[in-house]
């Protein structure tokens, strides 16, 4: 924690298994249900979310869809209606904005909100997020889980305890304690590979992370050293931002059957730079790093990635370090079956005579 300045007051709100119980709640022949929302089990689909009766199977996001079918063949598979789920989350953020215009959406189904200032409710941010919860529960029809914390680290962790339809606070003495007896595998940005590391150095809990000195942690983990060593403490001093700029641009698609051929791959990933690149300019971007992502036959994924000096604007050009980048790649021994090209280092694209651009794509 920061001495000398007042605590901030946090909120994570999190929808509960957001798609899913949308359709759960449009179509009552769901109700009660193991619903996966995503691709069609035998058209090579993933899952995007599924209700709480299917988590009861093992089933959870990404998962291939055939994987999921094994593990519960009675699930009812639902193709996503994302232009719904849009219009639900933007009802979510107008109660969000009744409060702040401090919150900074992660994603449809998820947001920050910094209600240090609001007097609302007493200024108390537990009875804001009951507040809130209450709110969505009688406009959407739909449960939100809520953490409350005095940073995004802990307000993230909180919101996941009791899910759902869970709020939990985790108070600035309760903190550095808290995070001591947490998981290492429990907290929010560390992923798996990370985690995996951390064991194999004998971190396997906050405390244990707490141990280790900064010059160690950058040693080991590079940037991410001095991340570690504060949350580990319970600190995090990370901004509730209401805008959120483009990091990257990227476009991907999955295959209904593998791609063998190397020159077939390297003329999806042509089209696919351009469409990316289209998109792109329609935001007024330009980028200096290209970053081609390949998924093989046995879902074993990669990327390969290029920083340039220039700005890259057009695909002119761009057949030769397209396929210098495939050479550090074992396509041509492995079926490919999903190719994704991004783009990233991102600036404000320079007054220039874009050529006419397709937006249909």
Same mark, same amino acid.
């Not at 007051?9 to 798609?19: L, R, S, V």
């Not at 889980?145 to 009791?162: C, E, M, P, T, V």
């Not at 980048?325 to 079926?335: F, P």
């Given at each position: 924690?920061?001495?000398?300045?007042?605590?901030?007051?946090?909120?994570?709100?999190?929808?509960?298994?957001?798609?899913?119980?949308?359709?759960?709640?449009?179509?009552?022949?769901?109700?009660?249900?193991?619903?996966?929302?995503?691709?069609?089990?035998?058209?090579?689909?993933?899952?995007?979310?599924?209700?709480?009766?299917?988590?009861?199977?093992?089933?959870?996001?990404?998962?291939?869809?055939?994987?999921?079918?094994?593990?519960?063949?009675?699930?009812?598979?639902?193709?996503?209606?994302?232009? !719904?789920?849009?219009?639900?989350?933007?009802?979510?953020?107008?109660?969000?904005?009744?409060?702040?215009?401090?919150?900074?959406?992660?994603?449809?189904?998820?947001?920050?909100?910094?209600?240090?200032?609001?007097?609302?409710?007493?200024?108390?941010?537990?009875?804001?997020?009951?507040?809130?919860?209450?709110?969505?529960?009688?406009?959407?029809?739909?449960?939100?889980?809520?953490?409350?914390?005095?940073?995004?680290?802990?307000?993230?962790?909180?919101?996941?305890? /009791?899910?759902?339809?869970?709020?939990?606070?985790?108070?600035?003495?309760?903190?550095?304690?808290?995070?001591?007896?947490?998981?290492?595998?429990?907290?929010?940005?560390?992923?798996?590979?990370?985690?995996?590391?951390?064991?194999?150095?004998?971190?396997?809990?906050?405390?244990?992370?707490?141990?280790?000195?900064?010059?160690?942690?950058?040693?080991?983990?590079?940037?991410?050293?001095?991340?570690?060593?504060?949350?580990?403490?319970?600190?995090?001093?990370?901004? !509730?931002? /209401?805008?959120?700029?483009?990091?990257?641009?990227?476009?991907?698609?999955?295959?209904?059957?593998?791609?063998?051929?190397?020159?077939?791959?390297?003329?999806?990933?042509?089209?696919?730079?351009?469409?990316?690149?289209?998109?792109?300019?329609?935001?007024?971007?330009?980028?200096?790093?290209?970053?081609?992502?390949?998924?093989?036959?046995?879902? !074993?994924?990669?990327?390969?990635?290029?920083?340039?000096?220039?700005?890259?604007?057009?695909?002119?050009?761009?057949?030769?370090?397209?396929?210098?980048?495939?050479?550090?790649?074992?396509?041509?021994?492995?079926?490919?079956?999903?190719?994704?090209?991004?783009?990233?280092?991102?600036?404000?694209?320079?007054?220039?005579?874009?050529?006419?651009?397709?937006?249909?794509?």
């Amino acid at each position: 924690m920061t001495s000398g300045r007042p605590q901030r007051k946090i909120i994570h709100i999190d929808m509960d298994a957001f798609f899913a119980a949308v359709e759960q709640r449009d179509n009552p022949a769901y109700r009660g249900k193991a619903i996966v929302v995503g691709g069609r089990p035998d058209a090579r689909g993933v899952v995007a979310t599924c209700s709480y009766e299917a988590r009861k199977y093992g089933i959870h996001s990404a998962m291939p869809s055939s994987h999921a079918y094994r593990l519960c063949p009675h699930a009812i598979f639902v193709k996503p209606r994302f232009e !719904v789920y849009k219009e639900v989350s933007a009802a979510i953020r107008r109660i969000f904005s009744d409060y702040t215009e401090l919150f900074e959406p992660l994603s449809l189904d998820e947001a920050y909100l910094d209600v240090s200032e609001v007097s609302r409710c007493q200024g108390s941010a537990t009875l804001i997020a009951k507040e809130i919860k209450e709110k969505i529960r009688r406009q959407t029809g739909l449960t939100a889980s809520a953490g409350i914390s005095y940073n995004k680290f802990l307000a993230k962790i909180a919101s996941d305890i /009791n899910k759902p339809d869970g709020l939990y606070l985790i108070t600035p003495e309760q903190g550095p304690g808290f995070v001591e007896q947490l998981a290492i595998g429990k907290f929010h940005g560390i992923g798996k590979a990370t985690e995996k590391k951390m064991h194999e150095l004998g971190i396997r809990t906050g405390f244990d992370l707490k141990q280790w000195p900064l010059p160690l942690l950058a040693q080991h983990f590079g940037k991410s050293g001095p991340h570690y060593y504060d949350i580990a403490r319970g600190i995090d001093n990370r901004p !509730v931002r /209401n805008y959120r700029p483009s990091k990257s641009v990227g476009v991907e698609i999955t295959y209904q059957e593998d791609l063998e051929d190397p020159c077939l791959i390297l003329e999806q990933l042509f089209g696919l730079l351009d469409k990316a690149l289209t998109r792109l300019a329609a935001k007024q971007l330009t980028a200096h790093t290209l970053t081609i992502k390949l998924k093989y036959h046995n879902f !074993v994924q990669i990327t390969r990635s290029r920083t340039l000096p220039q700005a890259i604007t057009r695909v002119e050009g761009f057949e030769a370090i397209l396929a210098d980048l495939l050479k550090d790649t074992e396509v041509g021994a492995k079926k490919v079956r999903l190719l994704g090209v991004a783009l990233s280092s991102l600036d404000s694209a320079a007054p220039m005579n874009w050529r006419q651009l397709d937006l249909f794509d």
